[in-house]
């Protein structure tokens, strides 16, 4: 008398070789997420707890002013070119007045172009 064989059906075959290889499926994907949201909080109530979540300048000094350290680059290269009036400024001006390098000016004139923030006067002049 032989042994009845098992059917393994295409459903059985995927788990064995999800398991085998520990391949993480999407229940567990999303227990990791759960887990991560948990944590997240936790982490929030304990900053909220230790006073670490106040102001952006809270620890500044009386004297000093909020403005220049809340600008960032984009605001900064927005304001040279405001500044600059309805003529606009050239890329080499704009280089020279912020200081910053090349790649980075490029990225943030992309970025408050596409914002709509600056407008492209001609090629490489920008006004606002």
Do not use: C, H
């Amino acid at each position: 008398m032989t042994k009845p064989k098992k059917n393994m059906s295409f459903d059985g075959m995927v788990k064995f070789f999800l398991q085998y290889y520990r391949i993480p499926t999407r229940k567990d994907i999303e227990r990791l997420m759960d887990r991560i949201d948990q944590l997240e909080k936790l982490i929030k109530v304990k900053w909220a707890e230790a006073g670490k979540l106040r102001g952006r300048f809270a620890d500044r000094k009386e004297g000093q002013s909020a403005e220049k350290e809340a600008l960032t680059a984009s605001d900064r290269v927005e304001q040279v070119i405001r500044d600059a009036g309805s003529d606009g400024l050239s890329f080499g001006d704009i280089k020279e007045k912020t200081g910053f390098p090349d790649k980075k000016l490029r990225n943030i004139i992309f970025r408050l172009n596409k914002n709509g923030r600056i407008q492209r006067k001609a090629r490489g002049i920008y006004t606002v």
